[in-house]
């Protein structure tokens, strides 16, 4: 088999074998395939897709490119969860914390930005010392001893995630389907999680943008859960505007810690509030969401959710005094607050060109391996459906650089719609696929 032959069969719209998908994988993942050919192969895939067949076919292949944990040799029961990706999408950092303060373990391998979304590892990085590389062993005896993983691709779990992950991120390749549901299914069964709750996006602001595509994708990855003996839920849920205010990473982990500690915008709170409940539910800790939802309200209310935060961060290394005081956290030099030209509803905050506006400050990557810069970013002080005066401040842009922040602004420009009508605020979820 050669890998060009793959390249070209796809190109040409024909469907791969297993054989040939588990080629092309263990081949990238080994180095024996380059770069250029995957990026090539990857965007054949974007323009001709793959029937659901090749998609479970390749998940497999992803997830069986290193080890696969057994976590039920560890804790009775562990769940995970993960997003489709999203701008201001930090529910990670709270729901994870929260669902093990409720008894229920929760170990999970996140990803760093991809394309114009944030990812919970680059927003982890923001404190000092965080390692987001454990390895099998020490993602096992942490589960073990608190309960809670948050960690990254190993160079053991789902290593050709890792790979193929960093180069879409820069090849334009992050768009489909096939791609995306493989990625994320990979990585939970790699992982070993029985349960998952996956959080697909759709809108603006999503690799989904219309709600029918993001049902496909939730479709498609709960049935390859249960192919792999998983227990799973998708939750469909709203990516046109920004989730809570903050976009950017150590912004996006002050935003985290407010909510864990029992603030936090509204928004982004009860985003939290329900992803936390399907978790609890489906971990067997509560008989339906609203208990759920209960449980978890509680553990944040009497601050378990917060003391599970900190004994995470330590776990993985992380300087806790950088979140126990968040003023430590990096902070950029330039703060620039953009008002509203008139007085009118926010009838548009458009999430794609905000998180664009975000990486071009450098809160994420153009080139595969960039550093990201933990500071900088955008606040948006409003959500759709709200009144401002004339001068009020829409949003904050977070610089490190003139040059950035005048790039950002002109993005940013095309963001917003006002409206002087009064406009319907957007809903957070539109449906559950069990
Ligand atoms: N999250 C992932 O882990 N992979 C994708 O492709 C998209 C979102």
């Not at 590892?121 to 809670?148: A, C, N, V, W």
């Not at 999503?206 to 496909?216: G, S, V």
């Not at 989730?243 to 029992?262: D, F, M, P, S, Y």
């Not at 009144?387 to 922040?405: C, Q, R, T, W, Y």
Request: aromatic share 4%.
């Amino acid at each position: 088999m050669r890998a060009v032959d793959i390249i070209i069969k796809k190109r040409d719209g024909l469907e791969l074998t297993k054989e040939e998908i588990e080629f092309f994988i263990q081949g990238y993942t080994r180095g024996d395939i380059p770069d250029y050919q995957a990026a090539a192969w990857a965007m054949a895939v974007v323009w001709r897709g793959m029937t659901p067949r090749e998609t479970t076919d390749l998940t497999l292949a992803m997830a069986a490119s290193g080890d696969t944990l057994d976590l039920s040799a560890v804790v009775p029961f562990a769940v995970d969860k993960h997003s489709t990706g999203g701008v201001g999408d930090k529910t990670t950092l709270v729901v994870e914390p929260v669902v093990a303060a409720c008894g229920l373990p929760v170990g999970k391998m996140s990803g760093r930005g991809l394309g114009f979304t944030g990812g919970t590892l680059d927003k982890l990085e923001s404190i000092p010392g965080y390692r987001t590389d454990l390895t099998t062993g020490e993602f096992l005896r942490q589960l073990r001893e608190i309960g809670l993983v948050l960690t990254g691709q190993s160079a053991d779990l789902a290593p050709a995630d890792g790979k193929l992950y960093a180069l879409r991120d820069v090849t334009g390749t992050v768009q489909s389907m096939p791609l995306i549901a493989s990625s994320i299914m990979s990585k939970k069964i790699a992982a070993g999680a029985q349960g998952i709750v996956l959080d697909v996006k759709t809108g603006l602001g999503a690799f989904m943008q219309t709600l029918e595509e993001a049902r496909e994708l939730a479709t498609l990855m709960v049935q390859i859960a249960h192919l792999a003996g998983r227990k799973a839920v998708a939750l469909l849920s709203d990516m046109n505007q920004p989730l809570g205010h903050a976009v950017g990473n150590a912004l996006e982990v002050r935003e985290a810690i407010e909510t864990l500690q029992g603030g936090g915008p509204a928004d982004f709170r009860e985003h939290c509030l329900v992803v936390a409940a399907h978790m609890l539910h489906l971990g067997g800790k509560a008989a339906d969401e609203e208990e759920g939802r209960a449980l978890a309200e509680a553990a944040i209310a009497d601050g378990r959710a917060w003391e599970a935060f900190r004994k995470l961060v330590i776990a993985q290394g992380g300087d806790v005094s950088y979140v126990d005081d968040p003023d430590k956290l990096p902070a950029a030099r330039i703060v620039k607050a953009l008002p509203a030209p008139q007085d009118g509803y926010l009838a548009e905050i458009h999430a794609r060109k905000v998180g664009e506006a975000a990486v071009i400050l450098g809160a994420g990557r153009t080139r595969k391996g960039d550093p990201v810069n933990h500071a900088v970013g955008i606040v948006v002080h409003h959500k759709v459906g709200d009144f401002l005066k004339a001068g009020e401040p829409v949003m904050s842009i977070h610089a490190d650089d003139e040059a950035s922040l005048q790039e950002a602004l002109s993005r940013l420009d095309e963001a917003i719609v006002w409206q002087e009508a009064p406009v319907e605020p957007l809903p957070l979820f539109y449906g559950v696929v069990a």
